[in-house]
């Protein structure tokens, strides 16, 4: 059988894009790129450019990078004439993007650092915005994404920049077609199908060019589907069922006056759909004001620090009721007490229905009649009292729209003395849906691993001495005996369910008495040294917490409305408790909370979030700021998202709405490394989570929802390792692999394996003893795995090209306990104590560990060096760590020395660049690389020079500081 050529699809895509409008035109290289430009900014418009002029316009093109090119390419550029008037130049229209001029080439070759030709470029007024690589039918299309991040590094920025004006990516085989946006963090879990606005996923390139790629609708993407964070100065892309759900709001405004709902599933990304919707309501001119509703004071805080990092001082965050007021009139001032009429509010429910009551009501009675659209967030929440009428008889000319993850149905609604009220009967037709089994089957959000600890369940490791089937008694659910067993139970597993505490987990608690016990417990036993989590509680009293009944459901199961509670306890006790766990906290991360000021109180919670949400960031701090248990009864549970959260643990009695919300704080997409949310409950919530399941898709979806039992990932694993075997019978066949295409295949084998490892090994119940390949010889192969990516990486440096350098080796899946090379010394200890055999043992098993761990891989041949030459000549055991240091120490002068004499550079100066490297994480810019050299590199040279330097240093921080502290 043979498979459909790259060549033959790139020419039957350009054929279907001259169809659709494209105009074809002939783009070799660089030189035929400007002169086009030129040509198209001048048609655009409508003017022509002297040589000199279009310079000053390619000059201005050139500056910035991606993120700032973004900007210029939406904004106006002016010059002064040769003839002294003042011309104006626009490079894209995004009001009417069909008065844009679209053109296809292909095999545009540009020459950067290496010689790169690009498949199919779609240009747009001149300027290259969309990039498109085509792998043959049949190939992985990972592929075509890492060969679009060798070409970011290699050559986009030759050629005046030109090709960093791209928007958009669009990868394919043929069969599977995924876009994405020009975004320097991406990774391939960041690429996402085309769809119809029924949620059917779009996959063909036949059919994806028709329907995404036709002028109409790519101008339209390009214009205003596309976001520019200025928090981490990307560019964000909307998916599709993004895209319909704001569409059909906007339809909605312009055409009727009816309230309507978007059900999007938890994880989805409602913040970012909310925001696009409002950014595009606001500018419509029949809308007043848009007013986004949160209902909860740190919602408040959260969605504004969102919005602002979508677009910059897009809302100010309103500390009380008055300022509110002040928004709603056009006469708020911001801190520097400048005037800021914004058309766009963000509050909560609590300050609107203050703001529309008492005192102030009369003050906002001018624009009783205005066209405010509000927007709920979480509506299955907040709207289910008074104040949605309030709201709606206040503002008689308003339209109301609601964002929910889990809608109220019949079903699951609470009744409050206006009866049970549903999410249709206060919004009215959900105008788009997109379920939990949509979110997984396209990869936006993961399965729940639940796993049910307890008495129940017996041939296996899930099995301990916990009541919990079935049991309802409060005095067996709260005693001590059991609790202690759970947290026993806890400590025991939570390395393994966190990959040696790389993420966070929440512990979701029946009550705050229990929370207590928890966190007394936790805290005896570490200090008893039988732990070292590191573990925080928040915990806050509002009316309804006081209702036991209420306890074991999230908020807004039994408010009238979601009001900001201040402070209750039920005692003093409670309170001091609640102090000296932040006392412990304050000792751990050095800060300084308490629950006796209000605001401090709240700085705590935000201190909390931001440890767990920013955990993801390349700059954080692991060995300092990481919080690996947060024990909360409902706090956080609801409307908090930290990818680095990956396990809920659960001693309370959820159902429908909030099982499904608090089961979504671990399901957020990172990685390959992260398959799963783990859920451990320690009540029988079997019933429960398939009911929930149920009630928001439908029976057949929990398979979909959930993962397989431990036995049914055994069994892929078997297949996988059989399929390995096939191709490499033993580790040593891999030594014997001839051609590239035998050793890709060897590559695509295992990491399929190591896929289903990296799965097995969250379970509980994982033996290496139950599979059919042992430990040792799974490193062997690991091993050979490893030898392979690093010849790749060799290649590379040499400018080889290899059919490997775009398979994807997802190093991240291979991961280890913590083995440092403090852990090594010990090693060495022991190795000088032993007898010849055994110690011949000793070294082979070091020198294997080293080759096999990601961090020590890079220090492999000196550490071998100093077992071979030093460890002879120390006597004493105890003066191996001080030999060593000295010995690293030495090392690391001379590994400076060679880098500084081989690039000519001030050692002084590029030391002080290698610690503040170190120091901060931030890569330096190149203008600091280049003060370090004697003399400063010509243009032509100056970045293949900067990025040699700049790998080079990289390479010595790995070597000589990473993974150097125990």
Not at 237 to 247: I, S
Not at 589 to 612: A, G
């Amino acid at each position: 059988m043979t498979t459909q050529p790259e060549a033959l699809l790139e020419y039957q895509l350009i054929q279907q894009l001259v169809d659709l409008g494209y105009e074809s035109v002939k783009i070799t290289d660089g030189e035929a790129l400007v002169s086009n430009l030129k040509n198209q900014l001048e048609a655009f418009n409508k003017d022509t450019y002297s040589s000199k002029e279009f310079d000053a316009i390619l000059n201005h093109l050139a500056k910035g990078n991606v993120f700032e090119k973004a900007k210029t390419l939406r904004d106006r550029f002016s010059f002064t004439r040769e003839n002294g008037d003042v011309c104006y130049v626009r490079f894209y229209d995004s009001e009417n993007w069909n008065n844009n001029l679209f053109q296809v080439t292909n095999q545009v070759t540009l020459e950067g650092s290496y010689k790169n030709r690009y498949d199919v470029t779609l240009l747009v007024n001149g300027s290259p915005l969309v990039q498109i690589e085509l792998k043959r039918r049949g190939t992985e299309i990972k592929e075509a994404f890492n060969q679009i991040n060798r070409y970011q590094l290699h050559s986009f920025w030759s050629t005046h920049g030109l090709f960093q004006y791209v928007q958009l990516f669009v990868i394919s085989n043929g069969g599977n077609t995924k876009y994405l946006a020009n975004n320097k963090l991406q990774s391939v879990k960041q690429t996402f199908f085309w769809a119809d606005d029924k949620n059917k996923n779009v996959t063909e390139l036949i059919e994806f060019a028709a329907q995404f790629l036709n002028p109409d609708h790519l101008g339209k993407m390009i214009a205003k589907y596309i976001v520019i964070n200025e928090t981490h100065k990307i560019l964000m892309v909307l998916r599709p069922y993004q895209y319909f759900a704001t569409e059909a709001i906007i339809k909605q405004v312009q055409t009727s006056t009816d309230n309507a709902y978007i059900w999007h599933t938890t994880g989805s990304g409602k913040t970012l759909t909310s925001f696009k919707t409002s950014q595009i309501l606001m500018d419509l001119p029949e809308v007043y004001k848009v007013v986004f509703v949160v209902d909860r004071k740190d919602l408040d805080y959260q969605t504004m620090k969102e919005f602002n990092a979508f677009k910059e001082g897009s809302v100010d965050s309103t500390n009380n009721t008055t300022s509110l007021v002040n928004q709603f009139l056009g006469k708020f001032k911001d801190k520097k007490g400048v005037r800021k009429d914004s058309d766009l509010i963000i509050t909560t429910i609590q300050k609107l229905n203050n703001a529309i009551t008492g005192h102030n009501k009369a003050k906002l009675d001018a624009l009783k009649n205005e066209r405010f659209v509000f927007i709920f967030d979480e509506c299955h929440r907040s709207q289910f009292g008074e104040t949605h009428a309030r709201i709606t008889d206040f503002f008689t000319n308003s339209q109301l729209f609601g964002f929910t993850g889990t809608p109220i149905f019949a079903d699951n609604a609470s009744k409050n003395d206006l009866g049970k009220r549903t999410t249709k009967d206060l919004f009215g037709t959900c105008l788009h849906k997109y379920v939990i089994t949509d979110a997984i089957r396209d990869e936006n959000v993961l399965r729940f691993g639940i796993e049910y600890i307890g008495k129940y369940k017996n041939k296996s490791q899930t099995f301990i001495d916990i009541e919990v089937e079935d049991i309802d008694k409060k005095e067996v659910l709260d005693s001590e005996k059991r609790i202690t067993k759970i947290v026993d139970y806890v400590i025991a597993h939570h390395d393994q369910k966190t990959f040696s505490k790389d993420y966070s987990a929440l512990f979701a608690v029946s009550g705050i008495d229990n929370v207590i016990k928890y966190y007394d417990i936790f805290q005896k036993k570490k200090e008893a040294g039988e732990h070292n989590l590191r573990i925080a509680t928040i915990f806050t009293y509002g009316a309804n917490e006081a209702n036991a009944a209420a306890q074991d459901y999230l908020p807004g199961d039994e408010l009238d409305i979601a009001a900001e509670p201040s402070l209750v306890y039920t005692s003093s006790h409670t309170r001091d408790k609640l102090e000296s766990y932040i006392g412990h906290y304050n000792a751990m991360y050095n800060t300084s909370f308490t629950t006796k000021d209000q605001q401090q109180f709240e700085n705590y919670f935000k201190d909390i979030s931001k440890r767990l949400k920013e955990r993801e960031k390349t700059t954080f701090n692991d060995e300092k700021d990481r919080l690996d248990i947060v024990l909360v009864v409902n706090m956080m549970l609801t409307g908090f998202d930290a990818k680095k959260v990956n396990t809920l643990y659960v001693d309370k009695n959820l159902k429908q709405h909030g099982l499904i919300q608090a089961f979504s704080r671990t399901n957020r997409i990172l990685g390959e490394e992260k398959s799963q949310g783990n859920i451990l409950c320690f009540r029988n919530l079997k019933k429960a989570t398939d009911d929930a399941i149920t009630l928001f898709s439908n029976k057949d979806a929990i398979e979909v929802v959930t993962m397989p039992d431990y036995d049914a990932i055994a069994e892929k694993f078997d297949e996988a390792l059989k399929n390995l075997r096939e191709i490499t019978p033993t580790y040593q066949s891999v030594n014997d692999l001839v051609t590239e295409d035998d050793e890709a295949a060897f590559v695509q084998a295992f990491r399929r394996l190591l896929r289903n490892m990296n799965v097995l090994q969250s379970y509980t119940d994982f033996n290496w003893d139950d599979l059919p390949i042992s430990e040792q010889e799974f490193a062997d192969y690991q091993g050979k795995y490893r030898d392979l990516y690093d010849k790749v990486k060799r290649n590379n440096q040499k400018q080889k090209t290899s059919i490997l350098a775009d398979i994807d080796f997802e190093l991240e899946l291979i991961h280890s306990d913590t083995i440092n090379v403090t852990y090594i010394i010990k090693l060495l200890a022991k190795l000088k104590g032993a007898t010849k055999s055994e110690a011949q043992k000793q070294k082979k098993a070091i020198i294997d560990l080293l080759g096999g761990d990601t961090m020590l891989r890079s220090k492999r041949e000196l550490i071998e060096k100093f077992i071979e030459e030093n460890l002879p000549k120390i006597d004493d055991v105890d003066n191996i760590q001080d030999e060593f240091e000295t010995y690293w120490q030495d090392q690391k002068i001379l590994a400076l020395g060679k880098i500084c004499e081989e690039e000519q550079l001030d050692k002084l100066q590029f030391n002080a660049l290698v610690n503040s490297y170190i120091y901060s994480g931030q890569e330096p810019i190149r203008d600091d690389i280049f003060k370090c050299l004697d003399n400063r590199p010509s243009i032509l040279k100056a970045r293949e020079i900067g990025e040699r330097i700049l790998s080079k240093m990289k390479e010595f921080v790995e070597v000589f500081v990473n993974g150097m502290v125990g």
